[in-house]
């Protein structure tokens, strides 16, 4: 890792970009649902709105992004761009870290899209990982709301704020519920890292 320059470790779906609802709206088109049926209380893998009787979350991901154009056109979360912009500005590194390639042979078609979108929207980042192990890729603190994800990069000593959604309301933070609180607390950490002391993070 880099010790000259203190980088913020991001993840894009549901903490940069708009995931869940707009998967709410791509699903109630593929099931042909009215919108109102899908709850936007779900658990991470969507059980909540019968997926599975259609082809299940693989199938479902696929069509989003191959013919939904997800990781293109999928709404920013609110201030989350313009928070990146300001926490670069202030020489953080951002890292982008998105495991978009799960799926077989929508590799380009996702890469593409997602590297469109973060233009599109004035995204700063200097890397641009897709890593099922985020925690191999190295950063001083990471945001994610995936539980497993969550949990696999607390149990390597990484540093990692929840942020808010129904499907993580169970962990225990430090968490974000919005961009203003993830700004405070990613440039609490760079004091800490900074200092050397221990505030927010046990570890």
């Known amino acids: 890792?880099?010790?000259?320059?203190?980088?913020?470790?991001?993840?894009?779906?549901?903490?940069?970009?708009?995931?869940?609802?707009?998967?709410?709206?791509?699903?109630?088109?593929?099931?042909?649902?009215?919108?109102?049926?899908?709850?936007?209380?779900?658990?991470?893998?969507?059980?909540e709105?019968?997926?599975s009787e259609y082809g299940g979350y693989e199938r479902l991901h696929?069509?989003?992004?191959?013919?939904?154009?997800?990781?293109?056109?999928?709404?920013?979360?609110?201030?989350?761009?313009?928070?990146l912009r300001k926490l670069s500005s202030r020489g953080i590194r951002i890292r982008i870290i998105t495991h978009r390639l799960?799926?077989?042979?929508?590799?380009?078609?996702?890469?593409?899209?997602?590297?469109n979108w973060l233009d599109s929207l004035d995204i700063p980042y200097w890397d641009l990982c897709f890593m099922a192990d985020k925690g191999a890729v190295g950063a001083h603190v990471y945001i994610d709301d995936s539980p497993a994800n969550i949990i696999k990069l607390r149990e390597q000593g990484c540093k990692t704020i929840v942020f808010t959604n129904s499907t993580n309301r169970d962990l225990s933070g430090p968490r974000a519920n919005n961009w203003q609180e993830v700004?405070?607390?990613?440039?609490?950490a760079r004091e800490e890292w900074k200092t050397g002391t221990r505030n927010i993070f046990g570890n």
């Open 1 to 47: 890792m880099d010790q000259s320059t203190f980088i913020f470790g991001v993840d894009l779906d549901g903490v940069v970009g708009d995931f869940y609802e707009t998967m709410r709206q791509i699903t109630a088109e593929w099931m042909h649902k009215p919108l109102e049926e899908l709850t936007r209380e779900v658990s991470f893998g969507l059980d």
């Open 49 to 51: 709105w019968g997926i």
């Open 62 to 83: 696929r069509y989003a992004v191959t013919q939904r154009n997800l990781f293109r056109d999928m709404p920013p979360i609110k201030d989350a761009p313009s928070t």
């Open 102 to 115: 799960f799926l077989k042979f929508s590799h380009r078609e996702s890469i593409t899209q997602t590297v």
């Open 183 to 188: 700004e405070h607390l990613v440039m609490e």
